[in-house]
């Protein structure tokens, strides 16, 4: 028997189209009240009542447990990717140290496209970023980063760095200097930070940046 998709009402086809724009410019999938907002409709259970009958016709796929896990069909595979933490884009601040890093079994997990991580699917985890240093790299308070699991970068490469004296990791442009290591903001109004190169251990380089809403 073949099988044929029905017509979408108006309110279904609103919100794929909005589901679709939504990925578009923010490279991972809206929130239930993300489409709530964005489609004007009354409540989160008219949107999961539609999304079913949208999931039933093939036009996207759920995965409840992920964290904004809607996935439209015939578009690029997509990726849960473990959210571990937070890093600073300003002064250093404590995070789960790198040993414990590898364990996200309890990590928020986060849906994305392949594209957002340029093809790779092994070493790569996310960091929501605290702070305003790295403002003029477009990287700002309350976004998360998609990060490369990698122990060293190229010089001006933006990385999420391990200060092991201080038990605190940062992120910055990375600079290797005479005889000291320059981490560098991307913020006019902040002075770099210098360290030690036996005080550094690289933890992994930016691919991406996932904008906080109304950024």
């Not at 590898?102 to 996310?126: C, F, K, P, Q, W």
Request: with cysteine; proline share 6%.
């Amino acid at each position: 028997m073949v099988s044929r998709m029905r017509k979408l009402s108006s309110k279904q086809q609103d919100i794929l189209d909005f589901i679709r724009q939504f990925l578009e410019e923010s490279g991972y999938p809206p929130t239930i009240r993300d489409i709530v907002a964005g489609c004007g409709i009354s409540s989160t259970s008219v949107v999961d009542y539609h999304l079913s009958i949208l999931e039933r016709e093939g036009r996207l796929r759920r995965h409840p447990e992920i964290s904004r896990g809607i996935e439209l069909t015939g578009r690029s595979r997509t990726l849960p990717v473990p959210v571990i933490g937070q890093i600073a884009a300003g002064e250093p601040i404590p995070v789960p140290s790198p040993d414990a890093w590898d364990n996200t079994a309890s990590a928020e997990l986060l849906e994305v496209t392949e594209d957002l991580t340029r093809g790779r699917r092994e070493g790569i985890y996310a960091l929501k970023v605290k702070g305003s240093s790295m403002i003029d790299a477009l990287i700002d308070d309350g976004d998360i980063v998609l990060i490369q699991h990698v122990n060293a970068v190229e010089n001006g490469e933006t990385a999420a760095v391990w200060l092991k004296a201080e038990k605190e990791a940062t992120l910055k442009k990375f600079y290797v200097e005479a005889g000291r290591i320059r981490l560098q903001p991307a913020n006019s109004q902040m002075p770099p930070i210098y360290v030690e190169p036996g005080n550094v251990e690289v933890q992994g380089r930016v691919i991406a940046v996932i904008r906080k809403l109304g950024g």
